[in-house]
């Protein structure tokens, strides 16, 4: 098939190589006419204009925006929409909320253009290993973007098959090789969503497991409670055989095995919005997301030195017991 | 009642002084001879030595043990056991482990000494407010200490009385006065010890919240959604009439009436082992009890700058995404 | 002052009492007419309409709206906008989102109405021990209604007064009497909200403290490690001299006393949606607020009887370990 | 090698199967005679007493004690502690808390006795994909046992190695073959614990996410923000290169494959210690541990209906606001 991509930083570059790879035609833009230019090098069509592009993409035109969230992403689409036929397909690739596919997808249908929210994970690695993609929109839509979806996706490989599949009404042949047409717009971005919000809570408990055997040589402990544990090797023998092993405990194991102390790294950690909204639908829907929540907010408290909320604590304490603060 | 103290630092001191006030004899120790001498001149009789202090006290000895927790209060527990005669009374008012309580308790049941365990709340304020105790020990042996705990309790005060007090069967009317039998030995210092527990998820509570208001200046925020809110004047106006008054609301207030930016203090807020302790219980009893660990937690982390943990959260990102940390 | 009030339910009903009380004029509505009669027979000036309470406050109108947030309170004030004249002024007493205040304001602003928010605290206390107010909008119109919130505030009373206020720039004298100035449309509401967020808060550090006491006496504890203890004596005596004295706890107390069972209650607990608007502030501002989630989150889950989650995990310890489940 | 197994449960008899397969031989115990010559029937050397297991142990006799911690553990060490001569080997191999561990070393050692703790993940998947080992005690003793420990783990397998690994000083080549040495007595049980409390935080991560994922479609919901998500086909395709790929996923997997209502369970769900001891771990360390603390808590609160803490919520609500609770 034929499909213009939008933004080829990180993601959209690479979506668009392994698109080439397997055989379908690319139509590429960016900013950056240089970016454009290098991709054009290796096999794509580089346009300089979105008009160009849609020019490019005779027939029902395809277009895979793959732009920050917010504004990047809201206005290119908003341009596209205004050169868009009836039928043509905008498929938004980034991190947009689901709220806000909902109501472009309501606009755009007002033209009979097609909004297709692709949730998409696999970061730097999705070029090899292939995306997983969670996708919302029409049914029948999806279906025709099954060829580039397939091609952006794993693939069975070698992942041992889930026994049972299929038993059930209502299952998706597509889950297997690595995407799914989760529902209406929207639910692609809203399924990855809560994956990021997944995410968070994961790492959050390997980083306060590693912090629990690391604090196991701490000075304040009885001498003949001490160990001075290797977590390099720790991470390793857990990727092998333990209930623990996962594919972020093998990053874990990696950075470890480049340097225990992690000495490149301060540990002020950004969130990207998605763990914030997960914890809203959660709050939406009144179901009790502790360890979620707990993982935002332990990177929210490592951007910070000292809250002001701790310092009215010590105010509090010096108040009723006349308490010194701890030497800094 | 004639009664020995031993341990005459900020709460042993007061605790001398109010039992004076209220005409009891004190006999004082303390490892520094001045001190003993200070409350001597105040009207206490001084003593240099445990055994001088046993002889003074005439009759059935009452020891009152007001020193740090650990091996202060247990060598000191362990010479007076070795003097006592049957029939003696030994109160631990510091802040002991109940589990220590109860072995202790047994340990001296046997020279027929009786062990008594008084929590302690009040602080610096107790003197003139008087002490909030609860009492762990046999029912006949605390009845004995009436007197002296009833001159330490607050009273009846200006306190508005609770409706409907005593009609329920096994209340203890000595609960108004600001004191109360809790149960065998040990139980005072557990029921201290989940106040002290609750202490700390209040106060983290207000300091989350106004942590909330703080932020609401922030740059990040919209520009129409940003308030300069005076902090001071809002812990004062919460003191009056609001659901959320208290104790500690007042410290708050007190405290940002004196400095709102709460400059002098780092926000290194320590710990003192009984909110620990109460999570411990929580997990012995399997409650679950989200926001008192949480309010611990967030005092051991606001004493690092970063933790290993959030190190390795870094790691992780930059493994998966290329991400690059938040710059300092 | 001569002001109308529109909603005369718990809240509204005794604010109109207490400003008459003061000898304030009440011009008073709700649509139920027999209310509205009821109130009349206490000196009010009953209504039928929004227009008759318009015509009845002659010259600058003063409007106080005490209905629910959302729907009730939006239409009201948009049919008052429609009758009002420069220089009126429109008072939403409720529990409206501080972000809605600030887009009614502006759209009131644009037809010369000022718009003031007033959160409300003290329940159906307020009547006797007046209402603590946190107030938005323009310093001048919140100027003119001095005299209507002083009456309702609970005055300088008996509370002790805080040392060192006032000696900071920017402090609010009205503070103290029970009301303040928080800062422009919404700041009321959004200060009120963040009390609610603390209140959630102190109410789960107690409960989770008081179940702590509970289980002390649970059957798998060994058993010399157990404690009957009277939760109702322990509520009483914290009330008196304890650091952890409070409102919401003289609340526990009456509640204990009248039933330590507590048997009148299931344990499903609402919650009106400042909690949750809290965290969403939180998040926005990056503030770490694990307490305040935690006790939004135990109110969700105590109104499930069991979430999938929890068969979630159960499955997954089945698929690893054969575990059976727990009996129920 | 030649090595005695006690305790021929899931665990034990899994364990003498795998080092059967591999070329050892092992004489086997357990309490149950018919288990002992089941295991005869596939190879083993079946006794009916640890005398005569010693007997047949010729030279430096091995013990892999695999036993539930507690009571069936320390007494089994004990009476072997009794018949072993100086040089024996006793491994454990259940779930012992490590300071037990260490104290038991302690002992043996007295006897010149060497103890060994090996923490065992793998559940009943292990006597396939071998089981990933956590070794403590001394370092020549521990290599002693190579053979055996080589035999039980996976080996290296198919799982990608890990770029740079032993290139920091220190570390130990058999983590990639799936067990390591972490240090003294105690040390293989501590790792084994975190292990645990890591996997309580990454199944309660997962549980929350499909919590809100199946909670999308709740009624309460505006209704073009609900999804009806088919939660199976969703733990299928992030098995697919997602983030978020682990073996816990693919148990969820399998499990909502089978039945995504997940029927069969009732959602109440056990902890078995290790999660409790990794908290006291981490308090003990000063650790902040909010995510597996959480998930431990969850767990608590699965396997109850209602908390006297959510009565005494309601029972707040009621006094300050007159609210009724929800019904049931």
Known sequence: MKIGIIGLGRMGGNIARRLMRNGHETVVYDRSPETVKALAGEGAIGVNSLDDMKAKLDG????????????????TIETLAGMCAAGDIIIDGGNTFYKDDIKRAKHLAKKQIHYVDVGTSGGVWGLERGYCMMVGGEADVVKTLDPILEALAPGLGTI????????QEGEDPRAEKGYIHAGAAGAGH??????????YGLMQAYAEGFDVLKGKNSESLPEDERYDLNLTDIAE?????????????????QQLAKDMDLAQFTGRVADSGEGHWTVEAA???????????AALFSRYRSRV??????????????????????PQ
């Open 305 to 326: 030195e000292h809250t002001y909320g701790d310092k009215l604590l010590s105010a509090m304490r010096f108040g009723f017991g006349g308490h010194v603060e701890m």
């Open 160 to 167: 041992p098959r889930t026994p049972n599949r299929m038993e």
């Open 190 to 199: 809203f399924v990855k969503m809560v994956h990021n919000g997944i995410e």
């Open 283 to 293: 709050m939406e829907e009144a179901v009790p997301a502790y360890v979620l929540t």
């Open 60 to 75: 029902q035109a395809i277009f895979w925006v793959m732009l920050p969230a917010g504004d990047p992403t809201d206005s």
């Open 237 to 253: 023998v857990w990727r092998r055989g333990s209930v623990i092993s996962s594919w972020l405990l093998d990053l874990c194991a």
